[in-house]
Nanobody, 125 residues
Framework: QVQLVESGGGLVQVGGSLRLSCAVS????????MGWFRQAPGKEREFVAA????????YYADSVKGRFTISRDNAKNTVYLQMNSLKPEDTAVYYC??????????????????WGQGTQVTVSS
């Protein structure tokens, strides 16, 4: 069992920054990968970014490349999503997710085994 607890969401103005955190606890595996997804009202959940824990390899959606950075802190068992130059279209509930089996397509939500409860990010203009 893996537990994920997100924090760091909130209200920010256009062009501002936020950092989301996702604390990981419980049993994990060497193939662990962590992803961030988001879901806006009336829209499907979409991939934002992912990181493979052991190698540090990162992956981003085109819509956030150059603005968002995913990282992990091994000592704290925490993954972060640094979000800069925020836009109104970034408004959504953001979820972190854990994938335990080393699957290839980290942009697919159904590849993930565990999900956090979500944290709201609102970008106001």
């Amino acid at each position: 069992q893996v537990q994920l607890v997100e924090s760091g969401g909130g209200l920010v103005q256009v062009g501002g920054s936020l950092r989301l955190s996702c604390a990981v606890s419980g049993r994990t595996f060497s193939n662990l990968a962590m992803g961030w997804f988001r879901q806006a009202p009336g829209k499907e959940r979409e991939f934002v970014a992912a990181i493979r824990w052991s190698s540090g390899s990162t992956y981003y959606a085109d819509s956030v490349k150059g603005r968002f950075t995913i990282s992990r802190d091994n000592a704290k068992n925490t993954v972060y999503l640094q979000m800069n130059s925020l836009k109104p279209e970034d408004t959504a509930v953001y979820y972190c997710a854990a994938e335990l089996s080393g699957r290839s397509y980290l942009y697919r939500a159904y590849e993930y085994d565990y999900w956090g409860q979500g944290t709201q990010v609102t970008v106001s203009s």
